[in-house]
């Protein structure tokens, strides 16, 4: 570690004691709304917790905290979160208008004043369940970059589908065996782009959206994006799962490219495999103006690389600022950093559940599919009512 990082740490962990010791003498604000009470001339220990304040959301409970209690807190890049927080804002979460604008107005310079705002303005609280539980699951997501053909040729034979005129009218939909085989001439004019990989496409579909490098009729080659346009309505079944219940994988095995490899040695049965699954997505093909951009997640604003997550919106609103305790994929090494609550999921229900966005590319697809990590979540909320 060099003497500047050594250097910059130590006076980012000096102002931020100093802002946890001016804290801790500030009282949280009272909810319901009523009469503050006179700030205190010490800095007495945080209440217990049955007398901390809390937040009552469907399917969590908010318990305030102190900014000491979140592990790491001081040590991220946090002036790095304000193109996320600011993205947000554009559909921000009730309450947020006015902490919106001075984020905007006040942007920071450099990662302390940056942690320095947000304590001002924002109260912890740690997320848990009705029922008091503080761990949950944390797993990853991506953008995957496939290449795909206009029409189909060669080994480009695999459609991916635009969603249909009669998709809402017919609930649940097709399944994906069905889209596959008795249905498929009816449904030949959404087929909007081909792909080489039947399993490529069900990644492109769990992830619920992608970048491809289309080869046109013309010969040239365009990168546009493959953006979720809906689905058939029917339950997602883990081929993981259904490989390790059926002994062809071992559950130390089940990861994608495990899975492939069983796909490349059993040709003849892939099909059957995939048509387990029912749940099949729908797409839109948009433009990909700005390739440092991510694709837009469920609060339809463009998702960034390590600070977006999905969540459960039942637990925590879209919009809202995170502090996640989790660690690296496959490892102890410490993942703490502030996040958005930008996106969402079928699979990400709970209380304490959040899916990290680590972007796109070879090494978020390594990082994303081999995520599965403890993990704690405090959401950050406005102190005031804005």
């Not at 939909?173 to 249905?183: D, G, K, L, P, W």
């Not at 090494?363 to 081999?370: D, L, M, N, T, V």
């Amino acid at each position: 570690m060099s003497l500047s990082t050594l250097s910059w740490r130590a006076g980012l962990a000096a102002a931020i004691l100093g802002a946890l010791a001016a804290c801790s003498t500030t009282p949280l604000p009272p909810m319901p709304p009523g009469p503050a009470p006179a700030p205190s001339t010490t800095t007495p220990a945080a209440p217990p917790e049955r007398e901390r304040a809390t937040l009552l959301r469907e399917r969590s409970r908010w318990l305030a905290s102190d900014w000491s209690e979140l592990p790491g807190w001081g040590e991220d890049r946090a002036a790095e979160l304000w193109p996320a927080l600011l993205r947000g804002c554009a559909r921000s979460a009730p309450g947020w208008a006015g902490l919106c604008a001075r984020a905007a107005r006040d942007r920071p310079a450099d990662d302390v004043e940056a942690h320095l705002w947000l304590m001002k303005h924002l109260q912890p609280y740690r997320v848990e369940s009705l029922d008091g539980q503080t761990q949950g699951l944390a797993t990853g997501y991506y953008e995957p970059l496939l290449e795909a053909t206009r029409r189909p040729q060669g080994s480009f034979r695999v459609p991916l589908h635009a969603a249909p005129p009669d998709l809402q009218q017919r609930r649940p939909y097709f399944s994906r065996q069905q889209i596959a085989t008795e249905q498929r001439e009816r449904l030949r004019a959404q087929e909007l782009l081909y792909i080489e990989d039947p399993l490529d496409a069900l990644v492109l579909q769990i992830q619920g959206s992608g970048r491809v490098r289309v080869q046109e009729s013309d010969g040239r080659q365009r990168l546009a994006r493959l953006a979720f346009a809906g689905h058939n309505d029917m339950p997602y079944q883990s081929l993981g799962k259904l490989l390790i219940e059926r002994g062809e994988l071992r559950a130390e095995q089940a990861s994608w490219p495990a899975i492939k490899d069983w796909a490349r040695r059993n040709p003849a049965r892939l099909n059957e495999l995939l048509w387990q699954n029912p749940r099949y997505v729908f797409f839109r093909e948009e433009p990909l103006p700005d390739p440092e951009l991510g694709p837009r997640g469920a609060q339809g604003v463009p998702l960034t690389p390590g600070r977006s997550i999905a969540v459960d919106r039942a637990s925590i609103p879209y919009g809202t600022p995170v502090w996640l305790d989790s660690s690296e994929p496959l490892s102890d090494t410490p993942l703490r950093r502030l996040v958005m609550a930008q996106d969402t999921g079928s699979a990400i229900v709970g209380a304490v559940r959040a899916d990290y966005f680590w972007g796109w590319g070879s090494e978020a697809e390594a990082q994303a599919g081999r995520m599965k990590q403890a993990l704690r979540l405090w959401a950050l909320w406005p102190r005031e009512p804005s």
